[in-house]
């Protein structure tokens, strides 16, 4: 029982060892409370986006916002690297907001008081300027940010609760189902302790004090235990079950060599993806440049870092090994994480910008990782696998049109990545 | 998980750093075995029986301790992510290869800021083709064995600027007291850098610029002057010949430019099954002692020993101007076969006709002009007022210099792209002369044979990390840019100059300069035409002027009695010719294994040079293939392996120049012998057939490196189809096979009969066509396909164990004599054979045999029609090579990237970098093969999905057909009727187009269309009448 233990505890540190099975009664409780919450407030996120926004170009101005504001903005009144939106339309008004931000640098010069003022109280960063957003464009902004503002939670809850409910429901379940069965194993074994120190005392008691007694005591129960032991039908049924046991073991163990599951390596810097991703909600895009692109996601050049950390929190020791790097023109040696062997080939963009897949499906909840772990066993069962469930996103791509068509001549399945060749050897493997 | 600097050891021995296991941490082996050592199949070390169990315990135990720990690996971003550069996307950059004359205009594939592909640029037109030896210099880029910085004598750790002190001052006394400085070079290409030398001519008025090209083509340049005044090589132009006739011109291999040439030859010689396709081919005719590539491809060919090819030229103009009413010149009498023929097509042709040589003799070249002159050339194939700069040598000039430098009368010598020493006949004078010169310096890249020499060498990069331009043609530019930085502490040759010259060194700024002053004449922003030019490549200044004819003053009864002395009707000694081969070229580029084990096209041999020798010569002196001869010309010998090639004259030996290199590197040390010395002069013109030679038997045999070892079809009509032009004018299916099957019901097509289901392709059909009729057999795509697909060299023995890699190859097949039937007389090729080339890989087969055999299921097929190979399911039983009915699989027999015994620029860190990301290194044990270049279409495809468009024609192409310099491969989509693929199939579906081996219905993706000679179609037998 001590190795699934052990795989337990990988999962969920947050349950220390230690402390009383009752504890873990109460984590399993809260638990499922937190997931039946996160399912409930995917469905009113659901709601919310179903629902007609106010402004009418809200949601195409969440999309902008998301792609060009949220890395120093934030729609509440949180502070980021600029001020937090939220009220900004009733600070100023749209025609003042537009001249901002298309040259914000004008508007200081032009002296108006309010400019100047929070120009200062930025330290004087200049905000970059956005002279391709129309109008209609900021206006759909703002409209998102006050529709954000009014209702902060379904939104909130849109943004992450949505991911996070799906990987809840691909790895929660048998999570939930290993300590409920590591639980349960325990508690057999704690009455199964007290039976034995029950009958222990009891047999105490019926027999007295006498020695002898004892004896016949200890003497049957060896008779039994030789008995036992003699039987050969016992005897071959253990010597199988053990060489089984060894057998499953050993291909285990050949299966997972090279299995990385769970590997979160210390990095050089202390980034935390929980502070970026989780608490600001900077879009993995805006540092992974390559998502979209190309094969790599882009471990992000320095250079990218300093464009939040030029103004923010410059003095922490950790931020300042970064500027150490720029100044020594010595790249930061990241350790990497995710490690798929050379002979298979992966892409990004295919992943996420043609099948739109959200990072979470892969790499866990990044959110709320403070060092980033690898969650998915990155095997190629776990690829196939995968491919064979996953509907292809054929949605306004014309490579797949013809596809489509025909898949649906012969099929009423949904067409799936394995229908188009996805389980070929070559798709992945020259 | 959690200690991630642990440290991992494979043994205790590294665990110790013992002083044997650092020693052997590197190699595969543990001793370096010699030739022929390979003891066991699988790695030559000799591993025992016995040792299996332990190196199974060890193995258990090293997988289940790399089981619970995990390698460390870094994941490193830019400090400074350089804008437009993202890791893993390829960038692209135009730019110039220009080598001695040698000429392309080229696009270079960078991967994170380092070369990794070379593909021809369409902008450049009909300069765009992009030979082997094109393809190849890639790997040249990463040759560790350059030189890492100057060198002074022999101090290697010398600074620039210590040496720049010590060649100006010396250079400035030199100057002052008016002694002799030459710049000795090849032919250059660039504009900017002739400024250069120009500049520098200033400064030190001494100076005198000579150059000279390994194989020379002054003769041409000195008969133009003598016919029409003009000292120049014209622009041929072979797309508007419809009769071609080739004295000793190799031009599609390697006379001047050949791949400018065989592009417009091969419109020539396009045809199409389709109702009003075009249905006429160009007539070629060659005359010629060595069986070229050139040769391979003519229509009527004949073999004329070197002695006796000024006559062939001088009876072609008596025969010509007899009709056409010029003057006869006295000439002896003289016929080889297919003389008259020719004459009389040419007179049918006039005003289309084209008459070239490659002979290096002034003579012959003015009644060559003479013979275009009667014809009309000059107003139509050839364009005098458009000159070509490819080849610039001056013989006479060279051997002015090497008297004066033996005369001690040279003061400074500075060689520019030029090793004279090994690559001039009087080489060895040079040798003896030039320590003797009181300052000599080389920009060579390496200390070769006449690097070695000087005092001093500043060498210069590489061209693809250097900034260049280039003229090749009178009017059209080309602009050369880096596509790395230095990977050397190196310095271009004209920054040197400039330095050298008290200028600013900064070659970059140089160039922009001259172009503003001298090629940006239209006005406007210079700025954005410096940017277009770049990322163009090219330049083209005006239109370029259309062939206006000339006016010929040359003397033809002079050029003809000097003719008539030279060459004899009749010869009887065995004679020297020596000629230049389509992959190591002249040899200054030989430390290249991909060049190295480029089968040369015709006798498919690499890894040496060879006494080439006609079956009948070899007959008569008694030498069969691999007998090691003496071939002794004036005292002058080199010991060379016999290859028996039919088609050469009778009583001639051939040897190629480019080999026998002594201080190139590895790859080239040793390989062959050096043929250059045999070279002799001619009334100052560098000649290639010097005279009469002696061939003696050594007594010693020598292996001979061939790729293919069959020479003849052996009848088999389903591997080749071919037709005549005539034939195929009257039925498009002319030519063509089409084997029946008998069954129950009768005949029917093989094609009908199947136990397969087949395969149902719904999105893409992915296929090759390839033209043989316009594959000329050059090869460009063997080493495309092997810089793209990550192909390991194997070295002469295993090309000998028939062990090569290649994915791709081309065979070449000569006609036989031999009646239907009689094998044995079948596979020897007929005296001068029909040649047909054939380049072969993976066919892709539908119904794949490979397939089937597979017991682990590593070969499969994909839903878009390819015969995919996964490497890492594969566990070598090559049951699928042996089911293979064409012989393209290809076993690994070891691990070539990172051994020892295959030093070949892939076993250290430098020459790694040449490596495509984008494909898996093969480790040894597996199966390789073609993948149809998967890498490529699935990248195309993922382009077009990101753009949310179906894939178009012209997205995807592989590496053979996007080198090819004629076209005469077409990749594409078969179920998108759109494509190029799609249409030609259409057209020649039920014309040309036939399967390999249909009869045996695997039904491949891969289509090959029947080879088309201009031939008369006459009877067999009377063909060979004229023939003897």
Known sequence: MNIPFREDSKFCSFFPRSKSFLAIFVAILLSTCSLTWAQDSTAAAGAAAAAPAGGGDAAKGETLFKNNCAQCHAASDERVVGPGLKGATTRNNIAWLTKWVHNSQAVIASGDPYAVKIYNEYSK??????????????????????????????????????????????????????????????????????????????????????????????????????????????????????????????????????????????????????????????????????????????????????????????????????????????????????????????????????????????????????????????????????????????KDNKYYDKLVQLHASDSKEALKVADIGGLECSKCHY | MENTNKRYWRGLEELRNDEKFIKNAGSEFSEAPTENQYESLVDGAGTHRRDFLKVLGFGMAAVSLAACETPVKRAIPYVNKPEGEFPTIANWYASTYSEGGDYASILVKTREGRPVKIEGNSLAKDACGVSARVHASLLGLYDNEKLKGPKKGDDTKVAWDTIDKDITSQLSQIAAKGGAIRIVSSTILSPSTKSVIADFTTKYPTTRHIVYDANSSYAIVKGNELSFGKAVLPSYDFSKAKVIVAVDADFLGSWISPDTYSRQYAETRMVSSAKDGKKDMSRHYQFEAVLSLTGSNADYRSAVKPSQLGLVVSSLYNKVAAKLGGKAIATPAFDAPHLDKAAADLIAAKGNALVVSGINDPSVQVVVNALNNLLGSYASTINLDVPVYFRQGNDIAMNEFVEEVKGGKVDAVIFYAANPVYDHPRGAEIATALPKVALSVSFNDRADETGSLVKFIAPAPHYLESWNDAEPKAGFYSLGQPTISLIFNTRQAQSSLLKWAGQPSDFHEYVKAYWRKNIFTQGGNFEQFWVKSLHDGVYASAATAAPAGAAFTGNVDEAASALAKK?????????????????????????????????????????????????????????????????????????????????????????????????????????????????????????????????????????????????????????????????????????????????????????????????????????????????????????????ENNIPVVGRQEVINAREMHWLRIDRYYSSDAEVGDYTAMEIASENPEVTFQPMMCQHCNNAPCETVCPVLATTHSSEGLNQMAYNRCVGTRYCANNCPYKVRRFNWFKYFDNDNFDYHFNNDLGKMVINPEVTVRSRGVIEKCSMCVHLIQEAKLTAKKERRRVVDGDVSVACGSSCPTNAITFGDMNDPESKISKLLAVEREGRAFHMLEEINVRPQVSYLTKIRNKDAAPKAEAHKEHA
């Open chain 2, 567 to 787: 060459y004899k009707a009749s010869s009887t000694g065995i004679e020297l010719a020596i000629f230049e081969n389509i992959g190591i070229g002249n040899g200054s580029a030989a430390n290249n294994p991909w060049l190295q084990e480029f089968p040369e096209p015709v006798t498919k041999a690499c890894w040496d040079n060879h006494a080439n020798i006609s079956q009948k010569t070899a007959k008569d002196l008694g030498l069969e293939q691999g007998d090691v001869v003496k071939v002794d010309f004036k005292g002058k010998s080199i010991d060379v392996p016999v290859i028996v090639q039919p088609g050469l004259a009778n009583g001639t030996v051939a040897v190629a120049i480019g080999y026998g290199r002594e201080k190139a590197g590895k790859s080239a040390n040793g390989v062959g012998k050096n043929a250059y010395p045999l070279a002799a002069f001619a009334g100052g013109f560098l000649s290639f057939a010097p005279g009469e030679a002696t061939v003696t038997k050594t007594g010693e045999t020598r292996e001979i490196a061939q790729t293919q070892t069959h020479n003849t079809v052996m009848g088999r009509k389903s591997v080749l189809q071919e037709t005549v032009l005539s034939h195929f004018q009257k039925d498009p299916l002319a030519g063509r096979f089409i084997p029946k099957i008998e069954t129950s019901e009768g005949k029917v097509d093989a094609t009908d009969l199947s136990l397969w289901n087949g395969h149902q392709y719904k999105n893409h059909s992915w296929g090759l066509v390839i033209d043989l009729n316009t594959c000329f057999g050059c090869g460009s795509c063997v080493i495309s396909c092997q810089a």
């Open chain 1, 125 to 394: 960063a200049q905000m970059t300027s956005f002279p391709n957003l129309s109008e209609d464009d900021i206006k759909g902004i703002f409209a998102y940010i006050d529709n954000a503002a009014s209702a902060p939670a379904p939104a909130a809850a849109a943004a992450g609760g949505a991911p996070a409910a799906g990987a809840a429901q691909s790895s929660g379940p048998s999570d939930l189902f290993m300590i409920v069965l590591v639980a349960l194993v325990v508690v057999m074994l704690l009455v199964l302790g007290v039976l034995v120190v029950i009958v222990t005392i009891l047999s105490k008691a019926v027999a007295g004090d006498e020695g002898a007694a004892k004896g016949d005591f200890m003497t049957r129960f060896g008779a039994s235990l030789k008995r036992i032991a003699g039987d050969p039908a016992i005897r071959s049924a253990t010597l199988w079950i053990f060489v089984l046991l060894v057998i499953k073991a050993t291909l285990d163990g050949a299966y997972s060599v090279g299995v990385q599951q769970g590997y979160a390596p210390k990095q050089p810097i202390t980034f935390s993806h929980k502070l970026h991703a989780g608490e600001y909600k900077i879009d993995c895009n805006y540092c992974h440049t390559g998502v979209n692109r190309g094969k790599s996601a882009h471990i992000p050049s320095a250079n990218i870092c300093m464009n939040c950390h030029g103004v923010i929190k410059k003095e922490s020791p950790e931020i300042q090994k970064i500027y150490t790097s720029i100044e020594n023109n010595t790249p930061i040696e990241w350790v990497r994480v995710h490690n798929l062997p050379d002979l298979a080939y992966f892409n990004h963009s295919q992943h996420v910008n043609v099948a739109g897949l959200e990072c979470e499906n892969c790499h866990g909840d990044i959110a709320k990782m403070e060092v980033v772990q690898q969650r998915s066993s990155l095997t190629m069962g776990w690829c196939i696998d995968c491919h064979r469930k996953t509907d292809v996103n054929t």
